[in-house]
């Protein structure tokens, strides 16, 4: 094996004006609710979800009441024929509200196309994917700027 002077020593890397962002990222990784952009206050509706314990202490509706408006609706799609009621609940989010569809990962009966379909289909727009876990991803549409 050869010796390398030119090794010996210091790295030296410069990260330039992004790198306290970086750092601080990664030494306070986003938890799940600052990646779907969940705060106190917020008017939450969550339906379709058998364990909601990732929402710890967030008060919210699992059910949608017929006058009652909402910040954020987070559908879980665990079927294709799910994705039918993404129609019904746009109609229940305020105007600059949120939708998070929830879906499997690596299925083809419901993969994100069909997920991208049916917001979109229901005057969506898609802006946002995120990892709900290693088993669910998630979709994120609002209504389209006017």
């Known amino acids: 094996m050869a ?3 030119d090794l010996d ?3 030296g890397l410069e990260f330039g004006v992004q790198a306290e962002k970086w750092a601080k990222a990664i030494l306070n990784p986003p938890t799940l609710l600052d990646k779907l952009g969940l ?3 917020m008017s939450i509706a969550v339906l379709g979800f058998t ?3 990732w929402l710890d202490d967030l008060s919210h509706a699992t059910a949608l009441s017929a006058d009652e408006r909402f910040d954020a609706i987070l559908l879980m799609a665990e079927k294709p024929s799910a994705l039918d009621q993404i129609a019904h ?3 229940r989010l305020n105007p600059r509200g949120m939708l998070w569809v929830v879906f499997p990962k690596g299925r083809q009966d419901i993969a994100d196309r069909h997920v991208f379909a049916a917001g979109n289909g229901a005057g969506l727009v898609d802006i946002k994917t995120c990892r709900f876990n290693a088993l669910l991803t998630g979709l994120k549409f609002v209504r389209p700027k006017t």
């Open 89 to 91: 609940v746009t109609e």
């Open 51 to 53: 364990d909601v314990c």
């Open 3 to 5: 010796e390398s002077s």
């Open 9 to 11: 020593g210091e790295l």
């Open 39 to 41: 705060k106190v206050g």
